[in-house]
């Protein structure tokens, strides 16, 4: 009866990993350039082409629809990343070569904090998602759901309880947690008795990919500058 009831969630996971016909890429880095600049920790935020990803895009108003972590493996298994179909699984940076990428890189981990995080990552491979709860699968069949903005972040949490194996950004999120290391906390004003503001860590089932690209405490690298770019040596068309 187990086998029975997860497959209509393994049926809506093949639709909704299926690949458009309408992606763009407007700015893809070269695969040997993503490599040569990222260092373990790092965020690699995607923008996909599939039909989970639009749908990603509009609930979390972004251009990044999934995020993986940079672990420092050899090369085909750089990254850690929770997959739809596969779960949490280990792949290559060669995956999103066509595909609009961005580099999040945390600010001041020491190496003992770096580890923790790592092995968390490590450690979380092999998640599987809960298929048999198909209202994970099913709130991403409509392109545009018709959710009011303030609603949509919440939207990404409803269903089995645990999006952790839904939405690739929970887990990295929760390794980050390990630490105590903020990616985009709400900030509470302190009480008279108080000086400064107050960080209050959001619940990791919360946190999407845009979140690392607007957390005030993880750097945006850019491969291209980063590798000493110079206007003047471009050669533009008249």
């Known amino acids: 009866m187990a086998h029975v009831s997860r497959l209509p969630g393994k049926a809506i996971a093949r639709f909704l990993q299926k690949q458009t016909r309408f992606y763009q890429p407007f700015?893809?880095?070269p695969t040997p350039a993503l490599r040569a600049t990222l260092r373990p920790g790092d965020v690699l935020l995607v923008e996909g082409d599939r039909r989970i990803s639009a749908a990603i895009k509009y609930l979390t108003h972004s251009t990044w629809s999934h995020a993986a972590f940079y672990s420092g493996g050899p090369p085909g298994g750089e990254l850690i990343e929770a997959d739809l179909e596969?779960?949490?699984r280990i792949t290559g940076?060669?995956?999103y070569a066509h595909l609009n990428t961005r580099i999040c890189r945390p600010v001041g981990l020491g190496h003992d904090q770096l580890?923790?995080?790592i092995n968390y990552m490590q450690g979380a491979v092999g998640r599987q998602y809960d298929l048999r709860n198909v209202v994970d699968l099913a709130r991403y069949l409509?392109?545009?759901p018709p959710v009011p903005h303030r609603f949509r972040r919440r939207m990404l949490a409803l269903g089995s309880g645990d999006p952790t194996r839904a939405i690739c950004s929970t887990v990295i999120a929760e390794?980050?947690?390990e630490v105590h290391y903020p990616i985009l906390p709400d900030v509470v004003m302190g009480s008279a008795d108080s000086q400064g503001e107050i960080l209050h860590i959001r619940h990791s089932s919360l946190f999407t990919p845009r979140d690392f690209d607007l957390s005030p405490y993880f750097a945006v690298i850019k491969p291209t500058l980063e590798g000493g770019f110079?206007?003047?040596q471009l050669q533009l068309a008249e």
């Open 93 to 95: 940076l060669s995956a």
């Open 86 to 88: 596969e779960g949490v």
């Open 27 to 29: 700015g893809v880095i």
């Open 175 to 177: 390794a980050f947690h």
């Open 115 to 117: 580890e923790v995080v």
């Open 142 to 144: 409509l392109p545009r």
């Open 230 to 232: 110079d206007f003047r």
